[in-house]
C-alpha cells in the first residue's frame, strides 16, 4: 500500500489534517523556516550573481532528521506550506534541505484547512512556483542588505541593539513625519452657532444650525464676527424656506482583507496587530468543535484581496435568503477595484462554513476567539448582503441674509446593517420634529448657542491607522503590517499610550540619522517602488537577481569600494564632511573633483564649508567664483588641520579625493551622481 508524507508547517495544523485524511497519510510539521542566511554574515554572494548562502536553523537539525527519514520511507512527499510567498520558499527550502527527488515531491496549497479543502488540494498538486520563491528570496535579500550594513552605524553613532530596516525604517518615518506635523500645528479658532426654536404645535424644540448665507457656506472666525451676525440676527423671523425629500443607500463592506482585519479589530475590540494574527492563525489551523473535531473556521489570514470562491459565495447567498428573507441578498458580487498592489491569489478572510455561526460555536472558543470570529463573520455575511436604505429630509430656514440648516435620515431598510456596523461609525442625525415640518410650520426662536472651537492638529497615529496608511502607501504586506509594529515598538523606536502611537527620543534620533544618511532607505516611494518590483518578480516579469542588483549595487559594490579605500577610517569622521555635488561646477574645485563628484570639508566649528567657494550672490543659480581655485583660499585658520587630515588619509591608503566622496556617497545613501555607473568608474 503506497504511503505519502504531507509536511506543513506548524503542529496545530499537523493534528487538524490527520483526521481528514487515512492511515496511509503522515502528517508531520516544520515549525516554519528550517533554512536562512547566517547571523554571522552577510550571506550573500555579490560577485555571483547575488547568490544567497543558506544554512540550516539552529535547533532545526533534529526536526529535518526526522522529515528526512519518513521521506525515505514515503512513496510521495506533499509540500503544504502556507499559499503564498513565505509559504512557497519554505516548501522550496525543504525540498532543498531533504533532499527529495523531483519525482515525488509535490507541492499543494489550501486556502482554508477543511476536509474538502485538503482533499481537493491532494488531487492538484503541482510543482513549486520559483517565481514566488525569488520574489521571497529578493524580499529576504534586499532586507538583509540594508539590515546587515547600516544597523552597525547606528550601534556606532548611537547603542548598541539598534536596528534599521527596509519596511520598518519607512514606517518609523511615517509616526516621526505625522509627530512633526503635530508639533508644528497652529490652531486656528472658528465659531459654531445653534438657533433653538419652537415650532407652534410641537412641544419639544428644534435645533438648527447656522450654515451661512443662502448661497454661500460661512466659517465664522471669532468672536467679533460672531458679535456682528447675532447682532443681525436680534430681531429676525425664522421661516422655512426648502424642504427637499430623498434617499440614499449605503453599500454593504467588502469582506476583511489583512489590514482591514486588523483596522477593525484595533477600533472593535481593541486588539493590536500581533494580537489579532494571533489569534486569526489560532482559528485558521484549528479549534475544536464540539461535534465536529478539531477544524479552521476561517480562510487563510495573510491576503489582501477581497474575492470570494463561487462555492462560497452561493453558500452565503443561500443561507441570507432562509434566515432574512430573499430581499436582503445582495443583487451581484462586489469586490474592491483592481490595484497593481494586490496580489490576488487568494480569497478574502471568510468563516469556513457561513452556517457555522458564532452563536453555535461560542463554547468552544475562547473569549477574544470568540470575538474575532464573530466579526470576521458578521462582515462576510454583510458583504454579501443588499445596502441599507434611508430616506433623508433637509429643511432650510431663512432668518433676514442668513441660513441654519435642520437633516435627519431614517431606516427605510435595513439590509447589511441587520447584521453588522462598523465601529465608530457615525450616528445618524435624529430630529423626530422634521418629518412634522411643512412650509407653512411657525417658528419662533427661543435662543441662540453660540461656541468658541479651535481646528485639531492631525491624529496621533495608532496601530490601525498606521497599518491603513502603509496599505495605501504599498509599503510591507500583508503579512508584514504587524511584525513591522511590532518590531518598531520592540526596539522602543516608538510607544503605545491607550491607542496612540508616539515617536520616542532613541525613534527621532535613529530616524534623523536614516533620513540624513540614507534618505532613499526611508523615502517611501522608493520603497513602494521596490514592494511593486517584488511583485513583478513574483509574477514572473522581473528576474530576482535584476530587483537584488538594483536595490543592492550601490550597497555591494559600493560597499565593497568602500571597505577597500579605507572607508572606516573616513567615517569616523562623518560630522565634519559635506557632499556636493554640481554638474557645472566640476571644473572650478580642485579640492576632490572627479566626474561632478566633489568632497568639500566641513567644520562645526567655523559653522560651514572650508575652502569654499565665493558665491555670485547676484544670480539665482550660485556659481563658483574663480577665485576659489586655490585649495586653501577661503579656509579658515582652524580648519586647516581637517583639510590635512583628509589628505593624509587619501595619501596613506592611495586613494583618489574622489575615491573617498564616493565612498562617503555610500555612506549617505545619496544615488544621483553615480546611476548608471559600472564598476570600473570606481
Same mark, same amino acid.
Given at each position: 500500500?503506497?504511503?505519502?508524507?504531507?509536511?506543513?508547517?506548524?503542529?496545530?495544523?499537523?493534528?487538524?489534517?490527520?483526521?481528514?485524511?487515512?492511515?496511509?497519510?503522515?502528517?508531520?510539521?516544520?515549525?516554519?523556516?528550517?533554512?536562512?542566511?547566517?547571523k554571522?554574515?552577510?550571506?550573500?554572494?555579490?560577485?555571483?550573481?547575488?547568490?544567497?548562502?543558506?544554512?540550516?536553523?539552529?535547533?532545526?537539525?533534529?526536526?529535518?532528521?526526522?522529515?528526512?527519514?519518513?521521506a525515505?520511507?514515503?512513496?510521495?512527499?506533499?509540500?503544504?506550506?502556507?499559499?503564498?510567498?513565505?509559504?512557497?520558499?519554505?516548501?522550496?527550502?525543504?525540498?532543498?534541505?531533504?533532499?527529495?527527488?523531483?519525482?515525488?515531491?509535490?507541492r499543494?496549497?489550501?486556502?482554508?484547512?477543511?476536509?474538502?479543502?485538503?482533499?481537493?488540494?491532494?488531487? +492538484?498538486?503541482?510543482? /513549486?512556483?520559483?517565481?514566488?520563491v525569488?520574489?521571497?528570496?529578493?524580499?529576504?535579500?534586499?532586507?538583509r542588505?540594508?539590515?546587515?550594513?547600516?544597523?552597525?552605524?547606528?550601534?556606532?553613532?548611537?547603542?548598541?541593539?539598534?536596528?534599521?530596516?527596509?519596511?520598518?525604517?519607512?514606517?518609523?518615518?511615517?509616526v516621526?513625519d505625522?509627530?512633526?506635523?503635530?508639533?508644528?500645528?497652529?490652531?486656528?479658532?472658528y465659531?459654531?452657532?445653534?438657533?433653538?426654536?419652537?415650532?407652534?404645535?410641537?412641544?419639544?424644540?428644534?435645533?438648527?444650525?447656522?450654515?451661512?448665507?443662502?448661497?454661500?457656506?460661512?466659517?465664522?472666525?471669532?468672536?467679533?464676527?460672531?458679535?456682528?451676525?447675532?447682532?443681525?440676527l436680534?430681531?429676525?423671523?425664522?421661516?422655512?424656506?426648502?424642504?427637499?425629500?430623498?434617499?440614499?443607500?449605503?453599500?454593504?463592506?467588502?469582506?476583511f482583507?489583512?489590514?482591514?482585519?486588523?483596522?477593525?479589530?484595533?477600533?472593535?475590540?481593541?486588539?493590536?496587530?500581533?494580537?489579532?494574527?494571533?489569534?486569526?492563525?489560532?482559528?485558521?489551523?484549528?479549534?475544536?468543535?464540539?461535534?465536529?473535531?478539531?477544524?479552521?473556521?476561517?480562510?487563510?489570514?495573510?491576503?489582501?484581496?477581497?474575492? /470570494?470562491?463561487?462555492?462560497?459565495?452561493?453558500?452565503?447567498?443561500?443561507?441570507?435568503?432562509?434566515?432574512?428573507?430573499?430581499?436582503?441578498?445582495?443583487?451581484?458580487?462586489?469586490?474592491?477595484?483592481?490595484?497593481k498592489?494586490?496580489?490576488?491569489?487568494?480569497?478574502?478572510?471568510?468563516?469556513?462554513?457561513?452556517?457555522?455561526?458564532?452563536?453555535?460555536?461560542?463554547?468552544?472558543?475562547?473569549?477574544?476567539?470568540?470575538?474575532?470570529?464573530?466579526?470576521?463573520?458578521?462582515?462576510?455575511? +454583510?458583504?454579501?448582503?443588499?445596502?441599507?436604505?434611508?430616506e433623508?429630509?433637509?429643511?432650510?430656514?431663512?432668518a433676514?441674509?442668513?441660513?441654519?440648516?435642520?437633516?435627519?435620515?431614517?431606516?427605510?431598510?435595513?439590509?447589511?446593517?441587520?447584521v453588522?456596523?462598523?465601529?465608530?461609525?457615525?450616528?445618524?442625525?435624529?430630529?423626530?420634529?422634521?418629518?412634522?415640518?411643512?412650509?407653512?410650520?411657525?417658528?419662533?426662536?427661543?435662543?441662540?448657542?453660540?461656541?468658541?472651537?479651535?481646528?485639531?492638529?492631525?491624529?496621533?497615529y495608532?496601530?490601525?491607522?498606521?497599518?491603513?496608511?502603509?496599505?495605501?502607501?504599498?509599503?510591507?504586506?500583508?503579512?508584514?503590517y504587524?511584525?513591522?509594529?511590532?518590531?518598531?515598538?520592540?526596539?522602543?523606536?516608538?510607544?503605545?499610550?491607550?491607542?496612540?502611537?508616539?515617536?520616542?527620543?532613541?525613534?527621532?534620533?535613529?530616524?534623523?540619522?536614516?533620513?540624513?544618511?540614507?534618505?532613499?532607505?526611508?523615502?517611501?516611494?522608493?520603497?513602494?517602488?521596490?514592494?511593486?518590483?517584488?511583485?513583478?518578480?513574483?509574477?514572473?516579469?522581473?528576474?530576482?537577481?535584476?530587483?537584488s542588483?538594483?536595490?543592492?549595487?550601490?550597497?555591494?559594490?559600493?560597499?565593497?569600494v568602500?571597505?577597500?579605500?579605507?572607508?572606516?577610517?573616513?567615517?569616523?569622521?562623518?560630522?565634519?564632511?559635506?557632499?556636493?555635488?554640481?554638474?557645472?561646477?566640476?571644473?572650478?574645485?580642485? /579640492?576632490?573633483?572627479?566626474?561632478?563628484?566633489?568632497?568639500?570639508?566641513?567644520?562645526?566649528?567655523?559653522?560651514g564649508?572650508?575652502?569654499?567657494?565665493?558665491?555670485?550672490?547676484?544670480?539665482?543659480?550660485?556659481?563658483?567664483?574663480?577665485?576659489?581655485?586655490?585649495?586653501?583660499?577661503?579656509?579658515?585658520?582652524?580648519?586647516l588641520?581637517?583639510?590635512?587630515?583628509?589628505?593624509?588619509?587619501?595619501?596613506?591608503?592611495?586613494?583618489?579625493?574622489?575615491?573617498?566622496?564616493?565612498?562617503?556617497?555610500?555612506?549617505?545613501?545619496?544615488?544621483?551622481?553615480?546611476?548608471?555607473?559600472?564598476?570600473?568608474?570606481?
Amino acid at each position: 500500500m503506497a504511503h505519502y508524507l504531507v509536511i506543513v508547517e506548524s503542529p496545530a495544523k499537523v493534528k487538524t489534517i490527520k483526521k481528514f485524511l487515512g492511515s496511509n497519510y503522515t502528517v508531520a510539521a516544520s515549525q516554519g523556516h528550517v533554512r536562512d542566511l547566517p547571523k554571522s554574515q552577510l550571506g550573500i554572494d555579490v560577485e555571483n550573481d547575488y547568490e544567497p548562502k543558506y544554512i540550516t536553523i539552529r535547533g532545526k537539525g533534529e526536526i529535518l532528521a526526522t522529515l528526512r527519514k519518513e521521506a525515505k520511507k514515503s512513496d510521495k512527499v506533499y509540500l503544504a506550506t502556507d499559499p503564498d510567498r513565505e509559504g512557497e520558499a519554505i516548501s522550496w527550502h525543504l525540498a532543498a534541505a531533504l533532499k527529495l527527488d523531483e519525482k515525488k515531491m509535490r507541492r499543494i496549497t489550501f486556502n482554508e484547512i477543511t476536509k474538502n479543502a485538503v482533499k481537493a488540494s491532494l488531487k +492538484a498538486p503541482r510543482d /513549486i512556483d520559483m517565481d514566488l520563491v525569488d520574489a521571497q528570496q529578493a524580499r529576504r535579500e534586499l532586507d538583509r542588505m540594508v539590515g546587515y550594513k547600516i544597523s552597525p552605524l547606528l550601534w556606532a553613532k548611537v547603542k548598541r541593539g539598534l536596528s534599521a530596516g527596509r519596511v520598518q525604517s519607512v514606517a518609523l518615518r511615517i509616526v516621526a513625519d505625522r509627530e512633526a506635523e503635530i508639533d508644528a500645528f497652529i490652531p486656528e479658532e472658528y465659531w459654531s452657532l445653534d438657533a433653538q426654536l419652537k415650532v407652534k404645535g410641537e412641544k419639544r424644540p428644534l435645533t438648527a444650525k447656522f450654515y451661512g448665507t443662502e448661497k454661500k457656506k460661512m466659517t465664522i472666525h471669532s468672536k467679533e464676527e460672531m458679535d456682528e451676525i447675532l447682532k443681525k440676527l436680534e430681531n429676525e423671523e425664522f421661516q422655512i424656506t426648502d424642504i427637499k425629500n430623498s434617499e440614499r443607500t449605503r453599500k454593504a463592506p467588502l469582506p476583511f482583507t489583512t489590514s482591514t482585519l486588523q483596522q477593525e479589530a484595533a477600533k472593535a475590540l481593541n486588539f493590536g496587530t500581533q494580537k489579532t494574527m494571533r489569534i486569526a492563525q489560532q482559528l485558521y489551523e484549528g479549534v475544536d468543535i464540539k461535534g465536529n473535531g478539531t477544524v479552521g473556521v476561517i480562510t487563510y489570514l495573510r491576503t489582501d484581496s477581497t474575492r /470570494i470562491s463561487e462555492e462560497a459565495d452561493a453558500a452565503a447567498r443561500s443561507y441570507i435568503a432562509e434566515t432574512y428573507g430573499e430581499a436582503y441578498v445582495a443583487e451581484g458580487t462586489k469586490t474592491r477595484s483592481a490595484d497593481k498592489k494586490i496580489q490576488d491569489a487568494h480569497e478574502a478572510i471568510r468563516p469556513t462554513d457561513i452556517t457555522r455561526t458564532p452563536a453555535a460555536i461560542k463554547d468552544s472558543l475562547s473569549r477574544d476567539q470568540f470575538r474575532l470570529y464573530q466579526l470576521i463573520w458578521k462582515r462576510f455575511t +454583510a458583504s454579501r448582503m443588499q445596502p441599507a436604505k434611508y430616506e433623508t429630509t433637509a429643511v432650510k430656514i431663512g432668518a433676514g441674509e442668513y441660513c441654519f440648516t435642520v437633516s435627519t435620515a431614517r431606516v427605510a431598510f435595513d439590509g447589511f446593517r441587520s447584521v453588522y456596523v462598523e465601529a465608530e461609525e457615525e450616528k445618524e442625525e435624529s430630529n423626530v420634529l422634521v418629518g412634522h415640518l411643512s412650509m407653512d410650520s411657525v417658528l419662533t426662536k427661543e435662543e441662540f448657542d453660540p461656541k468658541q472651537h479651535f481646528t485639531q492638529p492631525p491624529a496621533h497615529y495608532t496601530e490601525a491607522s498606521l497599518v491603513k496608511t502603509m496599505e495605501e502607501l504599498g509599503i510591507g504586506r500583508p503579512s508584514t503590517y504587524a511584525p513591522t509594529i511590532s518590531l518598531i515598538l520592540g526596539r522602543r523606536y516608538i510607544t503605545k499610550e491607550g491607542k496612540n502611537l508616539y515617536l520616542t527620543e532613541i525613534g527621532e534620533v535613529v530616524n534623523n540619522i536614516m533620513k540624513q544618511s540614507f534618505p532613499s532607505i526611508v523615502d517611501v516611494h522608493f520603497t513602494a517602488n521596490m514592494e511593486g518590483l517584488l511583485d513583478m518578480v513574483e509574477e514572473g516579469k522581473v528576474r530576482a537577481i535584476g530587483a537584488s542588483a538594483m536595490y543592492g549595487y550601490q550597497f555591494q559594490n559600493m560597499q565593497h569600494v568602500a571597505e577597500k579605500n579605507g572607508w572606516h577610517q573616513f567615517v569616523a569622521m562623518e560630522n565634519h564632511y559635506n557632499l556636493l555635488y554640481r554638474e557645472d561646477e566640476r571644473e572650478l574645485l580642485p /579640492i576632490c573633483k572627479q566626474d561632478g563628484v566633489m568632497l568639500m570639508p566641513y567644520s562645526p566649528l567655523a559653522g560651514g564649508h572650508l575652502a569654499r567657494p565665493t558665491w555670485n550672490s547676484s544670480s539665482k543659480r550660485s556659481q563658483v567664483d574663480t577665485s576659489a581655485r586655490s585649495k586653501y583660499d577661503h579656509a579658515e585658520q582652524q580648519d586647516l588641520p581637517i583639510i590635512k587630515r583628509v589628505a593624509e588619509l587619501a595619501e596613506k591608503h592611495n586613494v583618489k579625493m574622489s575615491q573617498i566622496a564616493l565612498a562617503w556617497q555610500w555612506a549617505k545613501g545619496v544615488t544621483a551622481p553615480i546611476v548608471g555607473a559600472t564598476k570600473e568608474q570606481y
